[in-house]
């Protein structure tokens, strides 16, 4: 497992933009893919984005065009990106950072099951 630290969020308005950042530490060499969920009060946590080993991003369909996710090495460090813009109201959630051992394909990634490393996650408040 590695340790996951998100950072990043805040209150927006609507339309404006967020970048989140996780940093993760520890067996780094574990953590193939690498995904953002969120969960809003009284819903289910959902998952948003997801960058596989090959650095291929996919994207939940309420966020295509507006979130793009990207990862970085650096020393003995992992760091994982979401660049959120044209924040809608509907994207108010607590966003976490997820990682994988597996390396995931299309069809399994968006499984919350198949990560086994999360942070404790960053609050997005967007207002209208």
């Known amino acids: 497992q590695v340790q996951l630290v998100e950072s990043g969020g805040g209150l927006v308005q609507a339309g404006g933009s967020l970048r989140l950042t996780c940093v993760a530490s520890?067996?780094?060499?574990?953590?193939?893919?690498m995904a953002w969920y969120r969960q809003a009060p009284g819903k289910q946590r959902e998952w948003v984005a997801a960058?596989?080993?090959?650095?291929?991003?996919?994207?939940t369909n309420s966020v295509k065009g507006r979130f793009a996710i990207s990862r970085d090495n650096a020393k003995n460090m992992l760091y994982l990106y979401l660049q959120m813009n044209s924040l809608k109201p509907e994207d108010t959630a607590l966003y976490y950072c997820?990682?994988?051992?597996?390396?995931?394909?299309?069809?399994?990634?968006?499984?919350?099951?198949?990560?086994?490393?999360w942070g404790q996650g960053t609050q997005v408040t967007v207002s209208s």
């Open positions: 960058i596989t080993n090959t650095d291929s991003p996919l994207y």
């Open positions: 997820a990682a994988s051992p597996s390396s995931l394909i299309a069809s399994t990634i968006r499984s919350l099951s198949q990560y086994d490393s």
């Open positions: 520890g067996n780094i060499i574990s953590a193939n893919a």
